[in-house]
Every structure is written in C-alpha cells, then in structure tokens.
C-alpha cells in the first residue's frame, strides 16, 4: 500500500513535470502555424484567425470591342484605328480620314500621305480650339474625321471645327460649310423684354448691329454683347459630347498630293509604316 503512494506521488510529479516542460513548445508551435492550419477570417476557440495575404493581379482595363486586325511586317500598328474613307478626283483635291469608332485618341502628326505618282504630303500641327488655344498635334478622337486639302487656311493653320464656328465664318468667310450655330432657347431669355427676345431668337450667329441695338434698352444691348460672341458660344458649349465636327488639315501650297485619274495613295505612319491605302 505504501509502495502504491510512492509510486502514484512519482507519477503525478512526472506529470506536472511534462506539462510545464512541453507547454511552451506547444504553444510555440501554434502560434508560428506549423501544428495546426487555419484557413479563413475570424476568431475560433481562442485564437485570431488570419488569413495570408494574396497577391492582387488586376484584370485588364475593359474597352471598346474593336474588330481584330492582322498586322504583316511593314503595317503600322495603327491599322485598323485609322483609315482613309475617301479621295476626291474631280474640283479641289481632298483626302478624307477617319477614325474608328470608339478607339482612343491618335496622334496623327508627322503622319504622310504617300501617292505613287506624286511623292509625300506631311501631315502638320493644328489648333484644337481655335482663339482658345494654340498650335499643337492633330489628335483625332473615335470617329473623328480629318479632311486634308491642298492650299493655304483661311485660320492660318489647319483647326479642329466645333460647333460654334459660325461665329468665326462671318470673320473668315469660311462658307456654309462651316457655319455651325447652336440656337438660342426662350427660357435662357429670362428677364428681357419681348421685344428684346424676339431680336435675339432671330439672331444666328451674328450679332445685330449697333445702329439696330440702339433701339432697344440697356439691357438688351449688356444681354447680347455678354452672350452673342464667339467665345461666350465656346464657354457654354464646349463640353457638350458633340462639340467638335472634326478637323480641317491643310497643305500650305497648291501642289498636287495624288494623281486625280488613277493612283495609289497611301496613309503612313510618324515612323513610315503602312496604316492604310486607296488605289483607283
């Protein structure tokens, strides 16, 4: 009986022993995540549960559907992106451009129309905003046509046409084609009298002349000098989706770009590849 407490003291002393001994090390063990595996976020029995960090590989930016286009050795990578949609034979020489649909803007500065029979026509700067802005690179938008012409501007440089031009057509004479006007609305004429509103929803893109505002108050005539401009046309509608009708490139001399009965012109790149061709 004696031997059996002895011997039951010894084991429990072993016990104890083994606990205070072996404890640490366990709780080492979970702590550095090599006994046991935790998967997810939160908290189970005790322990903080986190989960490893993953690496974030981003999707790529989603874009426009574009039609896919097979590039050969000598093509631009802008093929495809721009095209030449036509080629005037008869009156005025006059190459048409165009972007597609929805593609980002391209640069198309430096660019050459090639002809086979008349040699090569650079394609210069322009002013995106004319009488706002100066002379920088042609960058033509999604859908945005460029119509190249031979001969001088009527600006002084090749311009991005927008929907106030018919402001600036009475100062340049630069024809019906280019007398883009939005109309004035009867509720922005809050505050005139009838008479003075009438004069004004009549008015397109040219403000009346100082003998016939002299007939009307004060004002009419403080309404229609603040509103009745070019700029004041720009400043209200230029960041309207439709503003800009394209751009108007053009050679600055009255040299021949293409042969007018059978040719073939090519669009070529800053760096001479190949972006499109018409042949007739």
Same mark, same amino acid.
């Given at each position: 009986?004696?031997? %059996?407490?002895?011997?039951?003291?010894?084991?429990?002393?072993?016990?104890?022993?083994?606990?205070?001994?072996?404890?640490?090390?366990?709780?080492?063990?979970?702590?550095?995540?090599?006994?046991? $595996?935790?998967?997810?976020?939160?908290?189970?029995?005790?322990?903080?549960?986190?989960?490893?960090?993953?690496?974030?590989?981003?999707?790529?930016?989603?874009?426009?559907? %574009?039609?896919?286009?097979?590039?050969?050795?000598?093509?631009?990578? =802008?093929?495809?992106?721009?095209?030449?949609?036509?080629? /005037?034979?008869?009156?005025?020489?006059?190459?048409?451009?165009?972007?597609?649909?929805?593609?980002?803007?391209? #640069?198309?500065?430096?660019?050459?129309?090639?002809?086979?029979?008349?040699?090569?026509?650079?394609?210069?700067?322009?002013?995106?905003?004319?009488?706002?802005?100066?002379?920088?690179?042609?960058?033509?938008?999604?859908?945005?046509?460029?119509?190249?012409?031979?001969?001088?501007?009527?600006?002084?440089? $090749?311009?991005?046409?927008? #929907?106030? =031009?018919?402001?600036?057509?009475?100062?340049?004479?630069?024809?019906? /084609?280019?007398?883009?006007?939005?109309?004035?609305?009867?509720?922005?004429?809050?505050?005139?009298?009838?008479?003075?509103?009438?004069?004004?929803?009549?008015?397109?893109?040219?403000?009346?002349?100082?003998?016939?505002?002299?007939?009307?108050?004060?004002?009419?005539?403080?309404?229609?000098?603040?509103?009745?401009?070019?700029?004041?046309?720009?400043?209200?509608?230029?960041?309207?989706?439709?503003?800009?009708?394209?751009?108007?490139?053009?050679?600055?001399?009255?040299?021949?770009?293409?042969?007018?009965?059978?040719?073939?012109?090519?669009?070529? #790149?800053?760096?001479?590849?190949?972006?499109?061709?018409?042949?007739?």
């Amino acid at each position: 009986m004696k031997f %059996q407490v002895v011997f039951g003291l010894i084991l429990l002393i072993l016990v104890v022993v083994g606990i205070l001994v072996g404890a640490p090390y366990l709780i080492n063990l979970i702590k550095e995540n090599q006994f046991l $595996s935790f998967s997810g976020t939160g908290t189970n029995q005790g322990f903080s549960l986190t989960e490893r960090p993953l690496t974030y590989v981003p999707s790529a930016p989603s874009a426009v559907s %574009q039609p896919a286009v097979s590039v050969a050795p000598g093509e631009s990578l =802008f093929k495809g992106r721009v095209a030449i949609s036509s080629v /005037s034979r008869f009156g005025s020489q006059q190459i048409s451009l165009r972007a597609a649909y929805g593609a980002e803007p391209v #640069d198309i500065t430096g660019w050459r129309i090639k002809s086979e029979k008349r040699g090569e026509t650079v394609i210069g700067r322009g002013i995106g905003l004319p009488h706002f802005e100066g002379a920088s690179d042609v960058l033509l938008g999604g859908s945005e046509t460029a119509e190249i012409y031979t001969g001088l501007s009527p600006l002084g440089s $090749s311009f991005r046409v927008n #929907d106030c =031009f018919g402001w600036l057509s009475n100062l340049y004479n630069l024809g019906y /084609s280019l007398s883009y006007c939005p109309r004035i609305q009867l509720a922005e004429l809050g505050g005139l009298d009838s008479a003075c509103q009438e004069l004004i929803l009549n008015t397109s893109c040219r403000a009346p002349a100082a003998d016939v505002l002299n007939n009307y108050s004060a004002q009419c005539r403080n309404w229609v000098d603040q509103n009745l401009n070019y700029g004041a046309c720009v400043n209200k509608y230029k960041t309207g989706a439709n503003f800009y009708k394209g751009w108007r490139i053009y050679t600055g001399n009255n040299n021949q770009i293409y042969d007018p009965v059978h040719d073939k012109v090519e669009l070529r #790149d800053q760096a001479g590849l190949l972006v499109d061709k018409y042949e007739y």
